[in-house]
């Protein structure tokens, strides 16, 4: 072998060295970008279950909302009905008993 097919092989190895020293490089930096990836993707399915979990605590505090008006409302429109029927036998001596037929009848919203 020749001092010049020696100095070729060793280009050559050089060059093989330099290749493969910069593909582990790219190895670990797709191995990094992969990690974070995967991060991320945790990250993300946290922050959905968080949000899933946020919509069923709003979910449940509106129908406890709406069970606790509407409960207040008919309490308060029973005690409207009974206050004017108090006040109706005052004057039931007056109109007789239509006043309370027509305080009887008086609907309310949540029966209808």
Not at 90 to 112: K, M, Q
Request: glycine share 4%; hydrophobic share 35%; proline share 2%.
């Amino acid at each position: 072998m020749s001092k010049r097919d020696i100095d070729e092989l060793v280009r050559w190895r050089d060059k093989c060295e330099a290749l493969a020293a910069s593909l582990q490089r790219k190895v670990r930096h797709c191995d990094e970008i992969t990690e974070e990836r995967n991060q991320m993707e945790r990250e993300r399915d946290e922050a959905l279950s968080r949000m899933e979990d946020l919509e069923a605590d709003v979910r449940y505090y509106e129908d406890r909302w709406e069970r606790i008006i509407g409960g207040a409302y008919l309490r308060g429109a029973e005690a409207m009905r009974e206050a004017c029927a108090r006040k109706a036998s005052v004057c039931a001596n007056h109109r007789g008993e239509e006043l309370d037929a027509i305080l009887s009848a008086l609907p309310i919203p949540e029966e209808t």
